[in-house]
């Protein structure tokens, strides 16, 4: 469980109840990531907004990828699971495993190839990007404004990550349904919990979550 406390589902009133709501609506289960932001839920709730406008103008592949590959890079297991698992509807297993192990020649395009490692340096040390790393994306196809929508997506991965990780946050079991080498390649930093899940509703259904 992450490092600090809190509010459990059970007793959740008001706005962290509805954001345990709205995550269990998507997961199934409430999960462990939501719980560190229950002293804030206003900024969960305005990180789905900025996440939802970055995603916006991208291809879902496109983004898909790029936040697979920032959070690999960031060492974030709960994010590397989670996007490698949506990345399975674009690429094989054996392609995802060449991708987290840097072989991504073998089976991305050199567009691709040079998006992966612009990523990796965003997440790693964006300080170290000069001007000609740009070109060279511009040079594959990249126009400005999607090489801005790169460098976003994986900068607010860096912030998501970041909390969670800080945080002690581990990713909950149900998100590592993937086949063992998956699992492996894929858990680069804080180990999954096996712990039992919490869902909602474990208030009284006809309380307001707003009161």
């Not at 007793?11 to 509805?18: L, M």
């Not at 297993?93 to 991305?108: F, K, Q, W």
């Not at 912030?159 to 945080?167: E, K, P």
Request: glycine share 4%.
């Amino acid at each position: 469980m992450p490092f600090i406390e809190t509010i459990q589902p059970s007793v959740a009133r008001g706005a962290v109840a509805a954001m345990y709501r709205r995550q269990q609506d998507n997961w199934g289960f409430v999960p462990q990531y939501a719980y560190v932001f229950s002293h804030r839920p206003e900024v969960m709730a305005r990180w789905a907004a900025l996440l939802a406008e970055i995603k916006r103008p991208m291809d879902r592949r496109r983004f898909e990828l790029v936040t697979f590959v920032a959070a690999h890079e960031l060492r974030n297991s709960a994010c590397t699971l989670a996007h490698g698992r949506v990345l399975r509807e674009y690429f094989d297993d054996a392609a995802l495993l060449a991708i987290a192990g840097r072989r991504e020649d073998d089976v991305l395009d050199a567009a691709e190839q040079a998006l992966v490692r612009f990523v990796r340096q965003v997440a790693a040390d964006p300080t170290q990007i000069d001007a000609a790393q740009v070109a060279s994306l511009r040079d594959h196809g990249f126009d400005d404004a999607a090489i801005f929508d790169v460098v976003a997506a994986a900068a607010g991965r860096c912030f998501f990550t970041r909390i969670l990780d800080a945080l002690g946050v581990q990713i909950d079991s149900p998100i590592m349904a993937l086949d063992a080498p998956l699992r492996h390649a894929f858990t680069v930093g804080r180990p999954i919990d096996t712990s039992p899940t919490v869902c909602m509703p474990l208030i009284d259904p006809t309380e307001s979550i707003t009161s």
